[in-house]
T-cell receptor, first 111, second 113 residues
């Protein structure tokens, strides 16, 4: 079973910041938080990951709470091309751990 | 670097037939994972291969099998196809570093009639 819970869907106005929450209350100390997104009928695309510090790259920012039980993915200026299903995943540092996807959040960017 | 490639992209089969799907990982990646995606079940892990050995396996029947070759290319096979096997089959490869992420291919859309 997936170790994360996410809202089923969210709306965001184009040009605004999209904030996608994720709960991972059972996360252990050696598990990372990863975010992927999947645009319709394409393979999932890696966005960002982190352990306990906030992370930022050219696509997004990841904010992880101090207790690591939840995180938020931030798309700073959402565009219509950001419409996708966003998956939050926790995964052991050891690469041998298989990755389990949950249902994700369907993000609709509204023009 | 070229990305993960999967062939064929689309496939139509009938019940009872078997099918083989192919995945070529990113150059230098030795780990390949396979996933099945359906509207009802979402993305489900099938299995993972590393250096020609199956390292992890999901909860799928024995009709689903795979293998990996010495050049890291992988194939998955589904025998005795059922209607419920209609899905998008995704392959992902991972680099060597412990925190390397999975990079997914475009998938093979299998339709079973």
């Amino acid at each position: 079973d997936a170790k994360t819970t996410q809202p089923t869907s969210m709306d965001c106005a184009e040009g605004r910041a999209a904030n996608l929450p994720c709960n991972h209350s059972t996360i252990s100390g050696n598990e990372y938080v990863y975010w992927y997104r999947q645009i319709h009928s394409q393979g999932p695309q890696y966005i960002i990951h982190g352990l306990k510090n906030n992370e930022t790259n050219e696509m997004a920012s990841l904010i992880i709470t101090e207790d690591r039980k939840s995180s938020t993915l931030i798309l700073p200026h959402a565009t219509l091309r950001d419409t996708a299903v966003y998956y939050c995943i926790v995964r052991l540092v050891n690469r041998d751990d298989k990755i389990i996807f949950g249902k994700g959040t369907r993000l609709h960017i509204l023009p | 670097k070229a990305g993960v490639t999967q062939t064929p992209r689309y496939l139509i089969k009938t019940r009872g037939q078997q099918v083989t799907l192919s995945c070529s990982p990113i150059s230098g990646h030795r780990s390949v994972s396979w996933y099945q995606q359906t509207p009802g079940q979402g993305l489900q892990f099938l299995f993972e291969y590393f250096s020609e050995t199956q390292r992890n396996k999901g909860n799928f029947p024995g009709r689903f099998s795979g293998r990996q070759f010495s050049n890291s290319r992988s194939e998955m096979n589904v025998s005795t196809l059922e209607l419920g096997d209609s899905a998008l089959y995704l392959c992902a490869s991972v680099g060597q570093a412990s925190t390397d992420t999975q990079y997914f291919g475009p998938g093979t859309r299998l339709t079973v009639l």
